[in-house]
């Protein structure tokens, strides 16, 4: 019978970091204890549970499937772990809680921050994390568990995500108000190749979908800029006569305000895109990171 006494403490502790990490060196430095140490308290966990958790690959550890079920297991009950004693804390009055977010950047220019403040007001107490990466930087967080929420955009449902509020994103045109394009009602990509182009690197998820729409139509689209900020693509469009590409949430305001004029791209293929606001799937979330969710679903679904 196995010991349930050694699916808790440093043994689970050190297997997990292994898991994130990829090897046991890694996970040392993270740790900072001697890599022996943490082979010590994987072997014992092996014979512990009778089994093998790990490929040994070249460049490291790899779970086994044994080793992916044992980690789901455990970052699930650490996570719930966590959960707890922050609510307890927070009965206590010692803290109210805390929010980990992870999206990408587009969010971060504006709708994060304002719905942060927004909660803010009324429960002064809660305090925030967010990372900032691509969509497979935010998946891999909330896979871990060290994020609460992540905010990204999509085409194609991700393993152990669970979806809490999904939208369409299509594709928008950005440029300038004064822009010889800007008071059209829609354009098609086609016209867009006779501006400069401010387009996202190869990596992300919405170049990917501009890129394939274009192969299948065989048209080239050459980018002046290409870059993984869009402060520096809605910049670039600022200073002239440029267009960059975005959906519609993240410039919401700027557009409303008159700062940025956003048509839709009338090529069917640009309207794939999802905006997600994600979670662990089978994950109870923390009582704040529960309230925040709301307040996101909230704003997102609004026109403010």
């Given at each position: 019978?196995?010991?349930?006494?050694?699916?808790?403490?440093?043994?689970?502790?050190?297997?997990?970091?292994?898991?994130?990490?990829?090897?046991?060196?890694?996970?040392?430095?993270?740790?900072?204890?001697?890599?022996?140490?943490?082979?010590?308290?994987?072997?014992?966990?092996?014979?512990?549970?009778?089994?093998?958790?790990?490929?040994?690959?070249?460049?490291?550890?790899?779970?086994?499937?044994?080793?992916?079920?044992?980690?789901a297991h455990a970052l699930r009950a650490q996570l719930e772990t966590e959960r707890i004693g922050n609510e307890l804390l927070a009965?206590?009055?010692?803290?109210?809680?805390?929010?980990?977010?992870?999206?990408?950047?587009?969010f971060a220019l504006d709708f994060l921050p304002a719905a942060i403040e927004h909660f803010r007001r009324r429960h002064s107490g809660i305090r925030f994390q967010l990372s900032v990466g691509n969509a497979g930087d935010v998946a891999q967080a909330i896979r871990e568990?060290?994020?609460?929420?992540?905010?990204?955009?999509?085409?194609?449902?991700?393993?152990?995500?669970?979806?809490?509020?999904?939208?369409?994103?299509?594709?928008?045109?950005?440029?300038?108000p004064r822009h010889p394009l800007a008071g059209r009602k829609q354009v098609v990509l086609s016209e867009l190749v006779g501006y400069p182009l401010a387009l996202p690197q190869k990596s992300i998820t919405m170049r990917r979908l501009i890129d394939a729409c274009c192969s299948r139509k065989n048209l080239l689209l050459e980018p002046t800029l290409?870059?993984?900020?869009?402060?520096?693509?809605?910049?670039?469009?600022?200073?002239?006569?440029g267009v960059a590409f975005a959906a519609g949430l993240p410039i919401r305001k700027m557009v409303r305000n008159g700062v940025l004029v956003a048509l839709p791209i009338r090529d069917r293929d640009m309207n794939t895109l999802q905006m997600e606001i994600q979670s662990?799937?089978?994950?109870?979330?923390?009582?704040?990171?529960?309230?925040?969710?709301?307040?996101?679903?909230?704003?997102?679904?609004?026109?403010?």
């Open positions: 019978m196995t010991n349930t006494r050694v699916l808790q403490g440093t043994s689970i502790r050190y297997f997990l970091e292994v898991v994130r990490r990829g090897s046991i060196t890694e996970a040392a430095l993270t740790l900072n204890v001697a890599s022996s140490a943490i082979s010590r308290q994987i072997a014992r966990l092996e014979d512990e549970l009778d089994t093998q958790l790990f490929e040994r690959v070249s460049r490291g550890m790899r779970p086994n499937a044994a080793g992916e079920l044992l980690a009965l206590k009055g010692l803290r109210r809680g805390e929010v980990k977010l992870a999206s990408t950047e587009g568990g060290t994020v609460d929420i992540g905010l990204t955009f999509t085409m194609a449902p991700d393993r152990d995500i669970k979806v809490e509020y999904a939208q369409s994103a299509p594709i928008l045109a950005v440029m300038h290409s870059s993984d900020s869009i402060n520096a693509l809605l910049g670039f469009v600022l200073a002239g006569d662990l799937s089978g994950r109870t979330l923390p009582d704040a990171a529960r309230a925040f969710l709301n307040t996101l679903i909230a704003r997102a679904s609004s026109d403010d």
